[in-house]
């Protein structure tokens, strides 16, 4: 059973970059052909899909959020991260890392969700 | 970008109710469409998957329909467990998949 969790700082200054990672367990992060996504959610609102990466290490990004974006993957520790830089308020939410399968856009694997606030 | 739409959102209902949800795309999907619950404090939980296709596990009571631009998602009896918020998912534009922006499910 694959599992994710995130892990990061909960509380980022505005203007700085917002660092996240997730270890996916039970399971290799290189097999199965999926890709790994990072989702977002502000308190009280609706789900808005961050971008993602295949293990390959390729991207594709949110066109909304693509130029403060960045999505690693690290293999070997069997991790995936988010960047986003130059955050704001508005970046307050719970960020989820999540899977699909290269097949169905579907998503299937979800972490727990972890709560990042942008405050000075 | 595909824009999603659901309506209502929120909605007031009863145990034993049938209740329906339906989410509208800005174009074109085929059948490329997901529903996910969420409870308070949980990640989102994928329901049904391709418009009608229910994920494993998932009981009978909860169906989806549709093509094209227009999507229901359909429970057949609303049980207490159900009290939740509804998403829907577009994955046909596979560079880009977007949310509908939910339905909350609230006791009446």
């Known amino acids: 059973q694959v599992q994710l969790q995130e892990s990061g700082p909960g509380l980022v200054k505005p203007s700085q970059t917002l660092s996240l990672t997730c270890t996916v367990s039970?399971?290799?992060?290189?097999?199965?052909?999926?890709?790994w996504s990072w989702i977002r959610q502000p308190a009280g609102k609706g789900l808005e899909w961050i971008g993602r990466?295949?293990?390959?290490?390729?991207?594709n990004y949110n066109p909304s959020l693509k130029s403060r974006v960045t999505i690693s993957v690290d293999t070997s520790k069997n991790q995936f991260s988010l960047k986003l830089s130059s955050v704001t308020a508005a970046d307050t939410a719970v960020y989820y890392c999540?899977?699909?399968?290269?097949?169905?856009?579907?998503?299937?694997?979800w972490g727990q969700g972890t709560l990042v606030t942008v405050s000075s | 970008d595909i824009q999603m739409t659901q309506s209502p959102s929120t909605l007031s209902a009863s145990v034993g109710d049938r209740v329906t949800i339906t989410c509208r795309a800005s174009?074109?999907?085929?059948?490329?469409l997901a529903w996910y619950q969420q409870k308070p404090g949980k990640a989102p939980k994928l329901l049904i998957y391709?418009?009608?296709s229910l994920e494993s596990g998932v009981p009978s009571r909860f169906s989806g329909s549709g093509s094209g631009t227009e999507f229901t998602l359909t429970i057949s009896s609303l049980q207490p467990d159900d009290f939740a918020t509804y998403y829907c998912?577009?994955?046909?534009?596979?560079?880009?998949?977007?949310f509908g922006g939910g339905t909350k499910v609230e006791i009446k």
């Open positions: 039970g399971g290799s992060i290189s097999s199965g052909s999926y890709y």
């Open positions: 990466i295949y293990t390959s290490g390729s991207t």
């Open positions: 391709k418009a009608s």
């Open positions: 999540a899977g699909h399968s290269s097949s169905v856009g579907v998503f299937d694997y």
């Open positions: 174009q074109s999907i085929s059948s490329w």
């Open positions: 998912q577009q994955y046909n534009s596979y560079f880009a998949l977007t």
